[in-house]
T-cell receptor
């Protein structure tokens, strides 16, 4: 149990376009989902925390208007990179945690590699 | 804010040998969780082991065990009988259950190479 999927696993887009990444918890309801960005050979950097039905909480330095997060249901969160630029190229990872009272650990998706040309 | 420090950027170990990865953290919280995650070349993050701060007994999962020293704020991971599949980045993470958001703070990672 506790499987998280991400789609797409790899995407190339042109500069100035937008791209949407989906994160789904397949076999559990995730009250909270997290979005991370990981640069090569570096650790995970938390971008935002999203709770179902409410606005996402963004970390300092993360542009809310550029990285739009929607947590529409207990099993789906999306990250939309708007007006993408080459510097947005990175590896994006989502994770999900179980409802309150369950284990605290986060379950991670396989990640999405975004390349902006 | 919590900080997590992994002082060993890279380590290597011979297959079948034992290796210990270090992690220290800083927090003023009394109730929290600690984790070790593994990220193999596929880049899928995999939970290796979890420790609740209120538990004195060190967590173990098969070949993986931790040495949790709460007073020293130390949380090291021991891998016994190392296997080639253990080659990966290992991240130590701190989770503050009291914050309500269940965010994790990650260390910078240790790259472990298992040598045949």
């Amino acid at each position: 149990g506790a499987v998280v999927s991400q789609h797409p696993s790899w995407v190339i887009c042109k500069s100035g376009t937008s791209v949407k990444i989906e994160c789904r918890s397949l076999d559990f309801q995730a009250t909270t989902m997290f979005w991370y960005r990981q640069f090569p050979k570096q650790s995970l950097m938390l971008m935002a925390t999203s709770n179902e039905g409410s606005k996402a909480t963004y970390e300092q330095g993360v542009e809310k208007d550029k990285f739009l997060i929607n947590h529409a249901s207990l099993t789906l969160s999306t990250l939309t990179v708007t007006s993408a630029h080459p510097e947005d190229s990175s590896f994006y990872i989502c994770s999900a945690s179980r409802p309150v009272g369950g284990p605290l650990e986060q379950y991670f998706g396989p990640g999405t590699r975004l390349t902006v040309t | 804010a919590q900080t997590v420090t992994q002082s060993q950027p890279e380590m290597s170990v011979q297959e079948a040998e034992t290796v210990t990865l270090s992690c220290t953290y800083d927090t003023s919280e009394s109730n929290y969780y600690l984790f070790w995650y593994k990220q193999p070349p596929s880049r899928q993050m995999i939970l290796v082991i979890r420790q609740e701060a209120y538990k004195q007994q060190n967590a173990t999962e098969n070949r993986f065990s931790v040495n949790f020293q709460k007073a020293a704020k130390s949380f090291s991971l021991k891998i016994s009988d190392s296997q080639l599949g253990d080659t990966a980045m290992y991240f130590c993470a701190f989770g503050d259950s009291g914050a309500g958001s269940y965010q994790l703070t990650f260390g910078k990672g240790t790259k472990l190479s298992v040598i045949p």
